[in-house]
């Protein structure tokens, strides 16, 4: 259990091929946590495209993200390549200190 005095950092990954309503669906409820940063994160700062071909920034690289309370995956095609990246896969495994929301597939991937 998180101190209710403990202020979260959130984050959401942002990859090539993701679906923008599993970024921006779960976007409504983390970002109005109270006592919270809630970020968007890339593997760099480039723009990425959504399946449709909605071009979305990070804020941010992965490698200047705090330590997260809360990291969310969203899904779509592109999380099948996410899942053969093995860099990816261990930043995830260490960047987060609670809870990481993903598919059950990635989850499994990055607790093998």
Known sequence: MIPPDTHLQIGSLLFEGLDQIDLTGPFEVLSRIPDSTYRLYGQTVEAVRD?????????????????????????GFGQEALMEDEDLLAWIRTACRSSIAASSAMVSRVTQ
């Open 51 to 75: 399946v449709n071909g909605l071009r979305l920034m990070p804020d941010a690289a992965l490698a200047d993200a705090p330590q997260l309370d809360v990291l969310h995956v969203p899904g």
